[in-house]
C-alpha cells in the first residue's frame, strides 16, 4: 500500500492517502482512529495504551476507489444485503465530507455528511474518548435499512464467545429461525440475524484477554457473519481466524428521521 500524506487538518489530524482512498488520521491522548472519507469508513480504533486495535482490517487490502473496503466498520445504507445494486448500498463507495470537528482534552469528534444526487442523506459523527461511539442519522426522508458493518478484531477465533445473544436467530444460509447455543462460539460459516433485545453484546476474546462490549443504541437486529473457509474478495484464506463481525443494524423495521448507534468498549 502507497501512503501518502496530504495536509493536516487540525492538531493531531492529518489528511493521508493509502493508494486510491483519502483517509483521515487521528492521534490523541485517548487514542487513535483512522477514517476513509470514501464511505465515512472507521478503519482502526486503538485506545490509549491498548497492544492491539480494536477492528480487524484485512491485511491485502487493496484501497481501490468505488470498491467496498474489507474491514473496519463499512457503513450499509440505504439497504443491506442484495436488497438494491450495489450491495449493501451506495453509501460505502460514496465519497463522504468532513464537516464539523471538535477536539477536547478527554475527547475528540468528528462529524461526515453524504450528499447523493444532491441531496444531503446522512451523517455519522464519530466521538472517541475512553469509549468509541458512532451515530448514523437518516436524513433522506424515506425508509431506509442501516448497518454499521462491524469487523472486530480477534486473537484466536477458535478462542473467541459471543455473550448476552438471544437463543434464536434466523440462519441466512438455510434461511430460517433457528434455535442457536449461548455463549455462541464460531467454529463454522455463520451468518445470522438476531433480534437486539438483549441489551449489549459482549466479545470474550481469550486469546488477547479483553472484553470488547458493543452496545446496539435504536438498533433492531444484531448481525454475526464469519465465513470461516468460504472464499471472500480481499480477505486472505486465514483472514478469518482473526475476526468476527458484530453488526448493529436496522433491517428487519427500516428508519425513517432516526438515528441508529453504537457504542464500543474494551474491558
Known amino acids: 500500500m ?56 484485512s491485511e491485502i487490502e487493496p484501497f481501490k476507489a468505488g470498491s467496498a473496503i474489507r474491514g473496519g466498520i463499512p457503513v450499509c445504507f440505504p439497504w443491506f444485503n442484495n436488497a438494491g445494486t450495489p450491495a449493501h448500498g451506495y453509501a460505502r463507495i460514496s465519497l463522504w465530507e468532513l464537516t464539523s470537528h471538535q477536539i477536547a482534552p478527554d475527547s475528540f469528534q468528528l462529524t461526515f455528511t453524504l450528499i447523493h444526487e444532491k441531496q444531503t442523506v446522512a451523517t455519522l459523527t464519530m466521538t472517541f474518548s475512553a469509549d468509541c461511539q458512532l451515530v448514523f442519522t437518516n436524513l433522506t426522508g424515506q425508509e431506509a435499512q442501516i448497518a454499521l458493518h462491524s469487523y472486530f478484531k480477534v486473537g484466536d477465533i477458535h478462542r473467541t464467545e459471543l455473550l448476552n445473544l438471544p437463543n434464536s436467530a434466523f440462519n441466512s444460509l438455510t434461511q430460517r429461525q433457528e434455535n442457536v447455543p449461548v455463549p455462541r462460539i464460531i467454529r463454522e460459516n455463520v451468518d445470522c440475524i438476531y433480534s437486539a433485545e438483549a441489551g449489549a453484546t459482549i466479545i470474550a476474546d481469550k486469546a488477547y484477554q479483553r472484553h470488547i462490549e458493543i452496545e446496539h443504541q435504536n438498533a433492531g ?10 472464499t471472500t474478495g480481499n480477505m486472505s484464506e486465514s483472514g478469518y481466524q482473526t475476526m468476527i463481525c458484530v453488526e448493529t443494524a436496522r433491517i428487519r423495521r427500516p428508519i425513517h428521521q432516526e438515528s441508529v448507534g453504537v457504542i464500543i468498549r474494551v474491558k
Do not use: C
Open 221 to 230: 437486529d444484531i448481525v454475526v457473519w464469519n465465513p470461516w473457509h468460504k
Open 2 to 57: 502507497k501512503r501518502k500524506f496530504i495536509r493536516h487538518i487540525d492538531t493531531g489530524i492529518s489528511l493521508y492517502q493509502y493508494n486510491d482512498i483519502p483517509v483521515i488520521e487521528a492521534e490523541h491522548a485517548v487514542g487513535s482512529a483512522k477514517i476513509t472519507l470514501q464511505g465515512a469508513h472507521l478503519l482502526s480504533w486503538k485506545p490509549a495504551g491498548a497492544q492491539h486495535d480494536v477492528l480487524w482490517l
